[in-house]
């Protein structure tokens, strides 16, 4: 969903750096800004503006990119 220099890949030795920890936490149907906010203990408007900033970069809408993270399949 993003073009190959912004895709996010954790450096080692991070398992998820905090744009990952984000979109999972969404994918496990953690969909509140706050709840989010709370989990990773950042504020609620940093949680938004990472979560703007990879959908800016996305080569699809915001729409389709939120309906295509929920459809993810684990490997």
Do not use: C, H
Not at 7 to 32: C, H, M, S, V, Y
């Amino acid at each position: 969903m993003l073009s190959p220099q912004d895709q996010i890949w954790p450096k080692q030795p991070e398992l998820l750096n905090t744009e990952l920890r984000i979109f999972a936490l969404i994918r496990l149907g953690i969909t509140d800004t706050q709840a989010i906010a709370t989990i990773l203990e950042y504020s609620v408007n940093t949680i938004y503006i990472y979560k703007m900033r990879i959908k800016a970069k996305a080569l699809v809408s915001a729409e389709v990119f939120d309906r295509t993270v929920m459809n993810v399949k684990a490997i």
